[in-house]
C-alpha cells in the first residue's frame, strides 16, 4: 500500500511540477491587466453611468420587495411578478431609467 501512495505522489508532484513550469515559460501568465478604475467601463457597459442608475434604484426596489413581498409590491407598481423578480435580480438591460423610478417610489411609499 505504502508503494502505491508514494508512486501517486510522485507522479502528482511531477504533474504539478510541469504545470508551473509551463506557466511560468509563458509570457501572457505573468501578464497583469490595468483595469480603468470603472468596473463597468471594464465589464463592457456602454453606458456606465445609466447602469449605474439603474443598480441603484433596482437595489433599492429590492430592498423593499424584501418587506413587501413580490406579489405585493407587483400589485403597488402596476407590474408582474416576473419583472419585479428580474428587476430585484439585477437584470435591468430592458427597463428604462423612468420605469424604475416609477416602481422605486410606488414600492418605498407603502413600507
Do not use: H
Not at 18 to 26: D, E, G, I, L, V
Amino acid at each position: 500500500m505504502t508503494d502505491r501512495i508514494e508512486r501517486w505522489r510522485r507522479r502528482t508532484l511531477c504533474a504539478w511540477a510541469s504545470f508551473w513550469r509551463s506557466a511560468a515559460s509563458r509570457d501572457d501568465a505573468l501578464a497583469i491587466d490595468r483595469g480603468s478604475g470603472d468596473f463597468l467601463v471594464d465589464m463592457g457597459y456602454s453606458d456606465p453611468d445609466v447602469v449605474r442608475v439603474k443598480f441603484a434604484l433596482s437595489n433599492a426596489i429590492a430592498l423593499a420587495v424584501e418587506r413587501l413581498g413580490a406579489a405585493r409590491a407587483a400589485a403597488l407598481a402596476g407590474a408582474t411578478v416576473d419583472q419585479i423578480d428580474a428587476i430585484t435580480e439585477g437584470r435591468v438591460r430592458d427597463v428604462s431609467i423612468e420605469d424604475l423610478r416609477r416602481i422605486a417610489v410606488a414600492v418605498s411609499s407603502n413600507l
